[in-house]
């Protein structure tokens, strides 16, 4: 998270820094609270832009919603005709039972019921399939895009959030799509076609009728707005529980370890009791919508029986029309109160939208430039030397603002060379490796592989020249040997298992139930973490990188296996650049040379004799290490 806003940044213009201001701001409760309007024109038509692809079939159903709005309002037409030419006294009369009038009208009667309900289910089904088509279009951009950002990025936005972006701010434009672009248009034209009927069919009526029309107007437009301050109540309640739930399950270990088991309940109780609340009261105040409209049609209602009745004990208005009216005003009031719905969901789509097109628009701070350089191809031999240099320009690294993690760090690796890097917690040792993997982009300086500042680089050339183990390996759902050759289907089985085994996974291996076809749980929890490293160790030999970067990759394996390991990139050593970063001076006192690393500065550096020749950092921390080994070997 931010500490602090973007006036004090370098670069004040950039798009990024507004992007990240704005999350500054909504930093604590999520963006969730930052809802926009009811309707953004800009945010629609980008919206729209994701349906034009199923145009035909959005067009097809408002054509089909158009008739089924057309047959609804012939019904009561239908029954009117019935009552006022073949029911009425002076209607002419069959010889026998029902008039033949009669029947062909309570034929159509049946047979619009009929094709009404076939409409109706056809489109149902039609604009739901249209909707999840778009959503799933949209879902996968967010994914794909989410594949694209820099890991500052991920530094800034829970995991939390992204998931809710991808599953639920999603699931919300569904609904917009479904139940409000295209019924929208019904509701409209059945409140526009019943007025017309209404004003056609007796325009004095009609009046009578459309009376409490702006009262029901002013009343649902009221009415939304309350609804909608109890629902941005709701989202933000929401939001939380997702946070706190997310954050629970994945501390589940930390929480059972230290007791906190009813400290955390009570505190998710609290949020959830919150959540209940704004629920309660938004339901609340949308329930008393619906009894307003009814008590104001119903007025309407009582005002046409009065007139109407009036008028027709007068013989000025025949009986059916009177039916009419009332089937009208009912049709009339309904789409009214669902206009008001669908004004709710239209709303949450744009906020959704909002916060999904936010994450599109976020633009990477690391980002690939417009003429990378080529690859150095493995098969020219002249280039082949070339192959995995690494150097390091004055450079100066913060993760945020001017908060320096790396200072004027210069140094240069050649081809082949192992080098090391030591010093305390918190040095920066894993920080210059983000770097030369590009994670981060530097502030000032350079940093070069193979004589090209790494931002002249495609990323993905530039990663597949490196190898890296990180301080906590990540496995994938799936099986070993998946997670070995990651998506390199062209190596065999026994290639992958000589992989296993150069990593020191030969004891590991044949523990395996199913070797290399053992299946990993989730992020390979089932596996010690040692055992995960050596996994990760192969992965990164598999991928037969010219950098092979070991971040305290062998920290949690014993002594024997790293030996095991050291032995056998020993073997690659000359061909293979290898940076490693460890706490464990043992692993390190073979390295071709050795950078300590102290405070975000280059303290020292040289081999491990001349390290210990010197009286510096090195010899203090081998001289603690090689204490404490002496003691217990004096001890065990
Ligand atoms: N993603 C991040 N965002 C902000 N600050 C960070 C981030 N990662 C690391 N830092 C800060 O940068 C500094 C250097 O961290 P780094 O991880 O490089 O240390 P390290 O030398 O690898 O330490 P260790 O030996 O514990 O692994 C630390 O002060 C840390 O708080
Ligand atoms: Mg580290």
């Known amino acids: 998270m931010l500490t602090s806003g973007s006036s004090n940044s370098s670069k004040p213009s950039s798009p990024r820094i507004t992007e990240a201001s704005f999350m500054f701001k909504h930093s604590q409760s999520g963006e969730e609270e930052a809802i926009g309007k009811v309707y953004d024109p800009q945010i629609m038509r980008r919206l729209l832009s994701y349906a034009k692809h199923h145009g035909a079939l959005l067009g097809f159903c408002i054509i089909l919603l158009l008739g089924i709005s057309l047959l609804q309002l012939a019904q009561p037409y239908l029954v009117k005709l019935a009552i006022d030419h073949e029911l009425a006294p002076s209607a002419p009369t069959g010889a026998v039972g029902l008039p033949g009038g009669l029947w062909s009208l309570a034929i159509a009667y049946f047979a619009i019921l009929l094709l009404n309900g076939t409409l109706q289910y056809s489109q149902a089904l039609l604009i739901q399939e249209t909707g999840q088509r778009i959503i799933q279009r949209i879902r996968q951009e967010v994914f794909d895009y989410l594949l694209t950002l820099d890991l500052a990025y991920f530094d800034r936005n829970p995991v939390g959030r992204l998931v809710t972006r991808v599953a639920n701010d999603t699931e919300t434009l569904n609904e917009m799509y479904t139940s409000v672009l295209v019924n929208l248009f019904r509701d409209l034209f059945v409140i526009a076609g019943t007025m017309i009927i209404m004003l056609r069919l007796d325009w004095q009526l009609a009046l009578v009728g459309l009376i409490v029309f702006p009262f029901i107007t002013l009343a649902t437009l009221i009415f939304q707005r309350l609804v909608r301050a109890a629902w941005r ?43 209940y609340e704004a629920s309660w009261s938004q339901l609340r105040v949308a329930a008393l919508l619906r009894p307003v409209i009814d008590f104001l049609a119903t007025l309407a209602l009582v005002g046409l029986l009065w007139y109407g009745g009036l008028r027709s004990l007068h013989g000025t208005l025949e009986l059916g029309t009177l039916y009419a009216f009332t089937a009208y005003l009912r049709q009339l009031y309904n789409p009214i109160s669902e206009v008001a719905e669908k004004l709710n969901i239209l709303q949450a789509a744009m906020a959704s939208a909002e916060r999904i097109f936010l994450l599109l628009d976020t633009r990477p701070q690391v980002s690939d430039p417009l003429w990378p350089v080529l690859p150095t191809s493995p098969l020219a031999a002249s280039e082949a030397a070339r192959h995995g240099i690494i150097e390091f320009k004055d450079v100066w690294f913060a993760y945020q603002d001017e908060r320096w993690v790396l200072r004027a760090i210069s140094f240069a690796v050649a081809a082949g060379e192992t080098v090391a890097f030591v010093g305390h917690t918190g040095a920066g040792k894993s920080s210059l490796m983000n770097l030369i993997a590009r994670f981060y982009d530097v502030q000032r300086g350079q940093v070069l592989l193979d004589g090209h500042d ?45 992989f296993l085994q150069s990593a020191g996974g030969a004891a590991l291996l044949s523990t395996l139930p199913e070797g290399l076809a053992t299946r990993l749980a989730e992020r390979g929890m089932g596996l010690s973490t040692g055992e995960r490293q050596i996994i990760a160790l192969a992965r990164a030999l598999a991928a ?82 090689s204490d404490r080994s002496n003691y217990l070997a004096r001890n065990p």
């Open 454 to 498: 790494v931002r002249e680089w495609r990323q993905a050339d530039l990663r597949h020249e490196l190898g890296i183990v990180l301080q906590d390996p990540f496995l994938f759902t799936g099986t070993v040997g998946e997670n070995i050759c990651l998506d390199r289907t062209e190596l065999t089985e026994t290639e992958t298992g000589r």
């Open 233 to 275: 109540r709701v989202r933000v309640k929401l939001a939380q529980i997702n946070a706190t739930l997310a954050e629970n399950l994945s501390g589940m270990r930390i929480i059972q370890v230290f007791t906190r088991e009813a400290a955390q309940a009570a505190e998710f109780r609290a949020i959830s009791n919150d959540y």
């Open 544 to 625: 037969k990188p010219a950098i092979l970067i070991l971040d305290e990759a062998t920290a949690n394996v014993d002594s024997h296996t790293e030996a095991l390991i050291q032995r056998a990139l020993s073997e690659r050593s000359g061909t293979l650049t290898t940076l490693i970063v460890a706490h464990r001076l043992a692993t390190v006192q073979h390295a071709d040379r050795i950078i300590v690393l102290h405070k975000g500065r280059i303290r020292e550096a040289g081999t491990h004799a001349e390290l210990l020749a010197t009286d510096g950092l090195y010899r203090k921390l081998w001289l603690l290490q």
